[in-house]
């Protein structure tokens, strides 16, 4: 008899538990829509990329390793990377080495991308057909991983860097990963 | 008649398709795997339809990829395997079967078994407590209350 009241309140506590927890993930802003990386933990995937024409060397995965590091997939046409490119001139003010992935674009575009708001990247690769991108596994532009001095993905975000997740995320992630 | 040329109409109409055919493999066997493949990967842009589906961006590169693959002399799992491996579990349609997913395969039919098993426990109980006889006293009181509401 006890059981017929017992039960039901049993069966809310759980569901209201469950909601409860989504709900505060998504108060502290977390995006749930957002799909975990499949590199997290794995070496950054092998990749040979051009220059944005008669722009700097180009990209390779080579170059990632020695010194925690961000990689960056943007692209001229994307209004998000253009919003958090001020936060990326920041880092890279600081001594984050930062990598792009030049995703997409013309290299015209591209260009004049950075010569109006600046070029914040110590290397940046052209993608010209996303197949780099895609061994990334991007899927929203733009996104940022934080790479180790290994060359391991420790971290991947999606979408444009706010303020916050920058000095919540990023740059306690590459401090730990400094020491 | 235009009931009849409407119906003739939807009979041969097809399901759109976002594949252009420039994507298309010439190896019509090819083609067909990759078809089977592209419906069981997920487009992330997009995120409820399959790549075969979608017209976004990344579905398309998604199924040249796989085409990419196929012609190469994958099986049909390792092309599946090779997007995985970056994408991640997720851009399958149908999860695999594993500690982290084992709730969300398992959760509809425990909840289904449960509610059949509460209601057995219902239809056995109401079975086994027969209404007990109203008394005089009881009795007295109804018809009284009937005269009364007259």
Partial sequence: MRLRFVVPILLFAALAAVLGFYLREIGRGKDVSVVPSALIG????AFNLPPIEGNGTGLSSADLAGKPSLVNVFASWCPPCRA???????????????????FKDKPADAKAFLAELGDPYAKIGADRDGRVALEWGVYGY??????????????RHVGPLMAYDVERTIRPLLAQLAK | ??????ALLLLVATQAQALEPSERLADPALE?????????????VCQNQSIDDSNADLARDLRRVVRERLSAGDSDQAAIGYVTARYGDFVLLTPPFKAATWALWLGPPAVLIAGFIAWLMFLRRRGAAPE????DEERRRVASLLDQSK
């Fill in chain 1, 84 to 102: 958090e490119h001020p936060l990326l001139a920041q880092l890279a003010q600081s001594g984050v080495p930062i990598y792009g992935i030049n």
């Fill in chain 2, 32 to 44: 067909a795997r990759a078809r089977d493949i592209s419906r069981e990967l997920r487009c992330l």
């Fill in chain 1, 142 to 155: 733009p996104e940022t991983f934080v790479i180790d001095r290994a060359g391991i993905v420790r971290y």
């Fill in chain 2, 1 to 6: 008649m235009k009931r009849a040329v409407l």
């Fill in chain 1, 42 to 45: 794995k070496p950054a995937p």
């Fill in chain 2, 132 to 135: 007990t006889p109203l008394s």
